[in-house]
């Protein structure tokens, strides 16, 4: 018989009712009896030679785990229903003992979440991004010089290839420093370029968390002059809660303060509305609604204040069984207006690509780029025309298109199957070594029973009870090739083990799986 990999792993797994022979509803007393029944089988001491003693030691500790396990109506009630995993979680030690099961899989999952957040306190967790801005403007609206016409250096220059510049960069990147529980330490730095100019601020944050309700926070920097800013958090009831902070701007000019502060209200279970005060170098009043349901996500603000006032609307369409974001948005404001589409899609487990039109006055025509691996985000916002003209619209949409497919084709999903198919070898390899692992365990329990087996045939056969004279389990074996990696089925004598679960002349056997019984494991050819 041939296994795939899902099949190889479920007979990996320990199942505590098969081992010890007994239903998922058995009782407090068939459990009892189960374990008494296989510990005068796998008890070490009842075992004179060494080798012998070795496998009944190695059985038995699985018989005294299967059984510390069911005779535990809390531990039993997680296995049931998370099996060994659920076990394994730290923490069940400090849960309450609840019963039902929506209650032991939702601590669960709130276990597994700590635990994975004490995994990433322990590194320093980086974030980071990069922004590229390409100014190709050229490619559509040549330079033209005061008298209407191309300049002759210019028409030299882009009689091949049109001007191409970075015309800015900037670079962001931040590292955590977990201190204690409650505290953590952050630095993070940017520098920035534009047109030739640029400059740069670090800065070090602490924050404090209070209580699961609350945090403080406060940072200080250096780079356009020194600063100090405080952060503050609240929840202030099952609805609204609170963030805000003020920032001290040391510059030649002066001290320059600053404050913002932002309300927010849980409307309902999909949406949140914010309201948001901000004084200082930009003053401002805003306030928006943000809807996020299983198939969209909604966002609309209103803003007033200096430099400019806007309004904006954007919605994201959710395709999940495509792993897919088609998103479009406008905004209109004192600044000029802008309409923006785009898509967001999956490229791997880690990695996000993002690709957006930006169509507005002033502004032009930008092709927007992103791509998001792990905590790295790479940016690319690229000036394609500085008017509104048909052909950038067109080629800054379908250009991309066009590049995903055939990137996507030639390279990334070449890439992805050469990994999955890696990552199925080494699972295959990793079950192989596993299985054979169970049938030398199989082979050790049979071995172990022979004792009890003669024990008992006498006893049956002298009451003229249930003696097993043959008992065979599985199928001919269909191929003899140890090279083709594959598992196949042999036709194992199961005499011994059957007799062995007979008691007072009966024979039970529940509903398991026979290949889940310790003492019924396949047997594997390589």
Known sequence: MDFDSDDESALLQDDYYAFLNISKEATKEEINNAYRRLSRIYHPDKHLDPEKKQKAEILFNKTKKAYEVLSDPHQRAIYDNLGVKGLETEGWEIVQRTKTPAEIRAEYEQLAEERAERRKQQRTNPHGSITVNINATDLFNPYINEYGVQDEYEIEENSVLPNIEVSGMSFNQSVEFPLTQK?????????????????????????????????????????????????????????????????????????RPGFISTLA??????????????????????????????????????????????????YTRKMLNHELR?????KVGTFGGVIEYGAEKKVSKHSLLAAAVAVGVPAGVKLKIKLTRANQVYSFPIHLCEEVMPAPVFYGTIVPLIVYAVIKKSLVEPFLKEQEAKRAETEKQNNRTKLLEKRKEAQAAVELMSATYARIVRDEDAKKGLVIEKALYGKALRSNNRDSGDFAEEILDVTIPLQCLVKDSKLELHNHTKVRLHFFQIKCVL
């Not at 945090?215 to 002059?225: D, K, L, P, V």
């Not at 088609?326 to 406008?330: G, M, N, Q, T």
């Open 183 to 255: 505290d953590t330490a952050t630095l993070s730095g940017q520098l920035q370029t534009h047109n030739g100019t640029g400059g740069g601020v670090i800065s070090l944050s602490c924050r404090h968390i209070f209580s699961h309700r609350s945090w403080g926070e406060m940072e200080i920097g250096a780079g356009n002059g020194p600063s100090v800013s405080l952060k503050a958090f609240r929840t202030l009831s099952k609805r609204f809660f609170w963030n805000g902070g003020t920032v001290l701007q040391f510059t030649p000019q002066g001290i």
């Open 265 to 314: 209200m849980q409307i309902d279970k999909h949406s949140v509305g914010y309201f948001t005060y901000n004084t200082g170098y930009k003053s401002s009043v805003s306030t928006s609604v943000i809807r996020d349901t299983e198939t969209g996500l909604y966002n609309f603000s209103v803003q007033v204040g200096l430099p400019h006032s806007y309004i904006s609307f954007s």
């Open 326 to 330: 088609l998103r479009v948005a406008f």
